[in-house]
C-alpha cells in the first residue's frame, strides 16, 4: 500500500502501452514490459479503460460498480500509485515551464515519468533543470558536446567561456560550429548557436582567455554555478589545478575531462564529501615522484598537447559528463559515479577501467588547512 494520497483526476502515464491480452492486462510493450494484472473477468481492464484523467476516484468509483465494488477500485488504484503507474491529470505544471518547455520538453517529461517516485511529479526535475545555473569553461570537443546537451537538456541558465576561434580542424568533433564560422570567435559562433536552438534558455558567453587563479575566481563568483564543466586545456598543466581550487573553495562540485588519441578520462569533484583533484595528483605524484619533473616542464615552457582527438569519443565523454551533473541535480538519478575514481576508457577496445583516489588529510586545497598564497609559474 502507497502512503501517497492518490491523484484527484487518477491517469495511467501514457507512456505505458496498454495490452489487454487473454485474462490478463500487460501495462508497457516489448519483452521489458512493466508489469502485468491479472484479469480473469475484465473486470480491471473495465477500470484500466477509463483511467484517462477525466475523472475523479469517487466518479471511478461510480462508474465501475457493475465490475468493481468501490473498495476494490480503491485498492486498484493505490496498487497501480504505488507501483508507479499513476500521475495526475489535474496537476499545474510549474510557473517556470511555459508551453514551449512543456512540448520541447515531452520527451524528457516521459523520462522522468519512468523513473520519478511513485505520486511524485514528473515537471519538479525538468523545473529543477530549468532554474539550473551551469558553468562551462571551454567549447572545444567535449565542452561543445556537453553544451548542446545541457540546451537539450533544458538547463536554464548556461555561462560559458572560450577565447579560441573557429579553425576547420574543430569540425571533426566540435559539434556547435559549421563551416561557415569558420574564423569567427567561438564565443560568437556559440551564442549565435544557442540562441537558434533553443532561444528559451538564458545563455552567455565570453570570450575571456584564463590566465591565472583570479580569472577562475571571477567567472565562477559572476555566473554563480550550480555546477561547473572544466573542458579548457589553456593553460595546459594548470587550468584544471585553478579550476579545482576555486570550485573547492566554493563549494561548486564540478566535472572534468579529456581525450587523447585513443585513451579518454574524466572525473568529477563534490568538494566536502570526495577527494579533489589536487589529492589525486598529490597522490600520483607520492607514488611516482618522476611524474613531477614533466608536469613542470610542461607548466614552464606552455607545452600544449598535440590534438588527436576525434568525434564520437568527445560525445561520450560529455554524455558522461552531463549525466554526472544530473545525478547531482535530481536525487533519484543515484549517486555521482567519478567523484572518487577516475574513469579511464580506451576507445578503440572499449575497455573501461576505474582508479579509485582518496581525499588526503594534507591536501593543500580541501585538507583541514587550506594553504594561503599559493603561488603559480607563470
Ligand atoms: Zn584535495
Request: proline letters at 6%; a negative charge.
Amino acid at each position: 500500500m502507497s502512503a501517497v494520497p492518490l491523484p484527484t483526476l487518477p491517469r495511467l502515464k501514457t507512456i505505458y502501452d496498454v495490452l489487454y491480452l487473454n485474462e490478463r492486462i500487460r501495462l508497457g510493450s516489448g519483452p521489458s514490459y512493466a508489469d502485468e494484472i491479472v484479469d480473469p473477468d475484465g473486470s480491471y481492464a473495465a477500470l484500466v479503460r477509463i483511467l484517462d484523467g477525466t475523472r475523479s476516484v469517487s466518479e471511478l468509483q461510480g462508474q465501475l460498480t457493475e465490475s468493481l465494488d468501490p473498495d476494490e477500485v480503491l485498492d486498484a488504484l493505490r496498487q497501480l500509485l504505488a507501483g508507479g503507474f499513476l500521475e495526475d491529470a489535474a496537476e499545474v505544471p510549474p510557473d517556470n515551464l511555459s508551453g514551449s518547455d512543456l512540448k520541447r520538453y515531452a520527451p524528457n517529461l516521459d523520462f522522468f515519468r519512468t523513473v520519478v517516485a511513485p505520486g511524485e511529479s514528473c515537471f519538479t526535475p525538468q523545473s529543477k533543470l530549468k532554474d539550473t545555473r551551469v558553468l562551462l569553461l571551454g567549447l572545444g570537443g567535449i565542452g561543445s558536446n556537453v553544451c548542446m546537451a545541457l540546451a537539450e537538456l533544458g538547463i536554464g541558465h548556461i555561462f560559458a567561456v572560450d577565447f579560441d576561434r573557429v579553425e576547420l580542424s574543430n569540425l571533426n568533433r566540435q559539434v556547435l560550429y559549421s563551416t561557415d564560422v569558420i574564423g569567427q570567435r567561438k564565443a560568437d559562433a556559440a551564442r549565435q548557436r544557442i540562441r537558434s536552438f533553443n532561444p528559451d534558455i538564458e545563455f552567455e558567453v565570453s570570450d575571456r582567455r584564463l590566465t591565472c587563479l583570479e580569472d577562475v575566481r571571477e567567472a565562477v563568483d559572476q555566473a554563480r554555478p550550480d555546477f561547473v564543466f572544466c573542458l579548457a586545456d589553456k593553460p595546459n598543466g594548470l587550468i584544471d589545478f585553478w579550476v579545482n581550487e576555486v570550485c573547492v573553495q566554493s563549494s561548486v562540485p564540478y566535472a572534468a575531462a579529456s581525450v587523447s588519441a585513443r585513451v579518454g578520462t574524466a572525473y568529477t569533484v563534490v568538494p566536502g564529501k570526495g577527494p579533489c583533484y589536487q589529492c589525486r595528483i598529490d597522490s600520483e605524484i607520492a607514488l611516482a615522484p618522476e611524474l613531477q619533473e614533466p608536469l613542470d616542464y610542461i607548466r614552464e615552457n606552455h607545452i600544449n598537447a598535440r590534438n588527436a582527438a576525434m568525434g564520437p569519443p568527445c560525445m561520450f565523454l560529455a554524455y558522461f559528463l552531463s549525466y554526472e551533473m544530473l545525478r547531482h541535480r535530481l536525487d533519484f538519478m543515484g549517486e555521482i559515479l567519478a567523484s572518487h575514481r577516475l574513469l579511464e576508457v580506451d576507445f578503440v577496445t572499449f575497455a573501461q577501467q576505474w582508479h579509485d583516489f582518496e581525499r588526503r588529510p594534507d591536501c593543500r586545497v580541501c585538507g583541514a588547512v587550506p594553504a594561503v598564497g599559493m603561488t603559480y609559474p607563470a
